[in-house]
């Protein structure tokens, strides 16, 4: 049932990201041809102060998520209610903490923008985008039930539905109207509709949710959960300064249009990222179950592999985004929208080390080593702030993605998978910095071997050239290097097995 689970997870998670990338491509052509590249870098503007707002969302729902692993594997209903009830209460006061942090904020907006170039109702936009953000809180906390109980393909398939019919209509908009007012409006009409029919879900899976809800933690059960709550904590805060502050350096020392040819890369990179992400997301669940019931030695053995699939998937889009992406943007906006290679270099490398720490962010989160270094995070956001700052002032951009690799680099990227191998697989980590570095080699090898041979032209028959050399180099590389090692052979045997099964079904269907 946990790869039953996790499989559908996985396809239901990547269909949507599908459906994104198409539809998030042609909203933000839309955007840049009706309202100009001015409010593309507003809204990457907004989308990262408003993440610096989570902050109080406190680590909530990977707490909550993580304490509801073993009540829903033993099926304690009351202690299922308990943890749902202090998430309800906890999410209706980080909402309305949100908005009052938002409202502070407000009358100070004007003045994080470097340039002068003019965007209307900028007051009203900013409004429009913490409504937006606000409304969730009031509704998400539900959701919890179905990521821990392994569902989370149930929320993905709603989600796809509404993707497609809020981007088209927000691409008629933009065309008809060209008002970007009406287009956040919009925005906030079917976050809320959306949000209302996956509680509604959620009433139907699981009945007693909807239940009159009473139900408490005792003081031990209380004491454990802010105990973690805490430490992760401090993790979000780390987690939103390193992703959060890079458009707000960037549009306070650069401008706003650097903003906006930034966020170009990033709805490409960060599309790409959550599609990958989705994959292994979807395997928390399955993964917070394995460790309240398996022996270490299975434990571990699945860490490699995730880490094994992490290395390969991420070494090869970053392989695919060093070459295409700017032939693509050429072709999609035009040679003014690129950056060069200094730039790119630093925004793939962050790309690269944020993905290969997923495999130990999935076991410090599923294995509940929240307290473990718990004060690393705010270093790690302190260093990111400042080396940040420093560097955008002598090398421009590269310097603000350069400060986030650091800061990763002298935080998370060693001390995590410590922590992980000392007191869950209770051995020895230079096996997996050793591994690091090698995936490391072999990507960089791959991006060589690959632009020796791809000149980078931007016509369309030379970008499909590359996209060939791209994905047949590096799968070939990795290959004759892993092809006999125990994570590749596992993986492919899993494969095999699906495609058997989809197989015999399809012959089953034919028969009947």
């Known amino acids: 049932m946990r790869i039953q689970n996790s499989i559908k997870n996985i396809f239901f998670g990547l269909t949507g990201q599908f459906i994104s990338i198409f539809m998030g491509f042609a909203v933000r052509t839309a955007l840049i041809y009706t309202l100009g590249i001015e409010y593309t870098g507003i809204d990457g503007l907004f989308t990262s102060i408003l993440i610096m707002l989570s902050l109080a969302n406190l680590g909530f729902d990977t707490a909550i998520i993580y304490s509801l692993y073993k009540p829903l594997a033993s099926n304690d209903i009351q202690k299922i209610k308990a943890f749902m009830n202090l998430y309800q209460k ?27 170039q003019a965007v209307n109702h900028l007051n009203v ?9 606000v409304s969730s809180y009031y509704f998400v906390y539900k959701q919890a039930i179905i990521i821990a109980d392994q569902k989370s393909y149930i929320i993905s398939k709603i989600h796809n539905h509404f993707i497609i019919i809020s981007n088209i209509i927000q691409i008629l908009i933009l065309l008809i109207t060209k008002n970007y007012i009406l287009l956040l409006s919009f925005q906030v009409f079917i976050r809320i509709i959306e949000n209302v029919y996956i509680v509604r879900k959620v009433h139907t899976l699981y009945p007693f949710i909807k239940e009159k809800n009473d139900v408490q933690l005792n003081r031990k059960e209380k004491k454990v959960f802010y105990k973690n709550l805490y430490a992760l904590f401090l993790y979000k805060v780390s987690g939103v300064v390193i992703n959060g502050t890079d458009n707000i350096i960037i549009a306070k020392y650069v401008g706003i249009v650097q903003v906006g040819i930034y966020s170009n890369y990033l709805l490409i990179i960060s599309t790409l990222s959550t599609f990958i992400s989705h994959i292994f997301y979807s395997l928390n669940s399955s993964v917070g179950n394995l460790v309240v019931t398996e022996e270490i030695e299975k434990k571990y053995f699945l860490f490699r592999v995730i880490h094994f699939a992490n290395f390969w998937i991420y070494g ?36 690269l080390t944020t993905g290969m720490q997923n495999a130990s962010t999935t076991y410090r989160e599923t294995t509940g080593l929240f307290n473990k270094g718990k004060y690393r995070p705010i270093i790690a956001a302190l260093i990111n702030i400042i080396v940040s700052v420093i560097l955008v002032q002598f090398i421009g951009i590269s310097g603000v993605f350069i400060g986030t690799v650091i800061s990763r680099l002298c935080t998370y990227f060693w001390y995590d998978p410590l922590i992980i191998y000392k007191y869950i697989f209770k051995r020895s980590v230079r096996g997996y910095f050793m591994k690091y570095v090698t995936y490391l080699m072999l990507i ?33 590389l990795f290959y004759i290097v892993f092809r006999k090692s125990e994570e590749f052979i596992y993986i492919l045997k899993i494969a095999i097995s699906l495609l058997k099964k989809r197989k015999n079904k399809m012959v089953e269907e034919k028969i009947i």
């Open 444 to 476: 960089f090898i791959s991006i060589s071997m690959t632009e020796a041979i791809y000149s980078g032209s931007h016509s369309s028959i030379n970008i499909v050239f590359g996209t060939i050399i791209s994905l047949f180099i590096p799968n070939l």
């Open 125 to 133: 936009i900013y409004l429009l985008f913490l409504v937006n953000s």
């Open 316 to 351: 090869l889009c970053t392989v695919l985004i060093w070459n295409l992406i700017n032939p693509f943007i050429i072709i999609w906006l035009g040679e003014e929208y690129i950056f060069n290679k200094l730039i790119l270099f630093s925004i793939l490398l962050n790309f």
């Open 90 to 116: 906890a999410y209706r006061i980080i909402g309305l903490i949100v908005f009052l942090l938002g409202m502070i904020l407000y009358p100070f907006i004007p003045n994080l923008i470097h340039d002068e």
